[in-house]
């Protein structure tokens, strides 16, 4: 049987990393909780927005776009949310540019779905959810704009990997396919990496891309998403049954889609992918 050391996370090296340049940056890692980011909307409510970068090894209750769940655990996932004040001039576009900041970090084979999936060769290797709230005294206190929290879920190992060394149990399920879309996890990419060292890779990249899109909007990321496009040149179909073919994203974030009426600017809404697989 396969023993799995326990995790240890980089909280300390992290902070010393973000506080200069996040001022009353902390870093917490729960061992449980429903959902990150849920933890951090409940705490703005209530009053408490610091910058807050929270992990949990296991998510009991995590969701996604759309409602979706997405349970977690720290052997075969990373889980975790980022919380913070921001006033950007135009929200539209941040989880283009927090995708971005996640796959570029990470590995060049991370390619990135509209508007908040990132893939490897035609598989969900995670996902990315962004929710504000109104910041203590009004959504425009003291021009602070809101409190956003952005959620990220990455796949690290097979869940049938993770079972097999936890139970000696050569027939456990796999991780089951998201959406319909069958997973991928990161230690294809990169093997024998881990939670915390996922983590490690992607937390100041992410803060410091935050920032800038706070400050110059989406269109200096326009250039570096086309790169890693998923979408671009495929037949998708939208949520209200339209089909047409995608051609990128425009200095906005808002998703182009060449259709019979002509080239739609889709900024929401379900985007269903039609590959050669079938998938």
Same mark, same amino acid.
């Given at each position: ?10 909280? %300390?090296?992290?902070?010393? /990393? ?14 449980? &909780? ?29 969701? !996604? =776009? ?31 540019? #927090?995708?971005? /900041? ?8 991370i390619a990135l779905k509209w508007p908040n999936d990132l893939w490897q060769q035609g598989r969900k290797l995670g996902g990315i ?9 009004? +959504?425009?206190? !003291? ?15 097979? +869940?049938?990997?993770? $079972?097999? +060394? $936890? ?9 089951? +396919? ?22 490690? =890779? ?14 110059? !909007? ?14 671009a040149g495929l037949a998708v179909r939208l949520s209200d049954g339209t089909q047409g073919q995608a051609e990128g994203v425009d #200095? ?8 019979? #009426? !002509?080239?739609? =600017? &889709?900024?929401?809404? %379900? &985007?269903?992918? =039609? ?5």
């Amino acid at each position: 049987m396969t023993a799995i050391s326990p995790l240890r996370w980089p909280a %300390e090296a992290l902070w010393q /990393a973000i506080d200069p340049i996040l001022p009353g940056f902390t870093v917490e890692v729960l061992p449980q &909780i429903d959902s990150t980011s849920s933890e951090l909307m409940r705490r703005a409510r209530a009053g408490l927005a610091a910058p807050t970068l929270l992990v949990a090894e296991e998510q009991t209750a995590g969701h !996604g =776009r759309m409602g979706r769940g997405w349970r977690s655990s720290g052997q075969a996932s990373l889980t975790f949310s980022l919380g913070l004040a921001l006033n950007p001039a135009d929200w539209q576009g941040l989880s283009l540019a #927090a995708g971005l /900041a996640v796959a570029e970090s990470l590995h060049e084979g991370i390619a990135l779905k509209w508007p908040n999936d990132l893939w490897q060769q035609g598989r969900k290797l995670g996902g990315i959810l962004i929710e504000t709230t109104a910041l203590p005294g009004g +959504a425009d206190a !003291g021009g602070a704009g809101r409190y956003v929290v952005i959620g990220i879920g990455l796949n690290i190992a097979p +869940a049938q990997q993770v $079972l097999q +060394a $936890l139970t000696h149990e050569p027939d456990a399920p796999d991780a089951p +396919a998201v959406s319909g879309v069958p997973p991928a996890w990161l230690q294809s990419l990169l093997p024998g990496i881990t939670a915390p060292a996922a983590l490690e =890779r992607v937390a100041l990249p992410l803060v410091r891309t935050v920032q800038a899109f706070a400050h110059v !909007g989406f269109a200096p990321f326009e250039a570096r998403f086309a790169a890693r496009d998923a979408l671009a040149g495929l037949a998708v179909r939208l949520s209200d049954g339209t089909q047409g073919q995608a051609e990128g994203v425009d #200095a906005t974030g808002a998703l182009r889609v060449r259709t019979a #009426a !002509g080239v739609q =600017r &889709i900024t929401s809404g %379900e &985007i269903s992918v =039609r590959l050669a697989t079938g998938a």
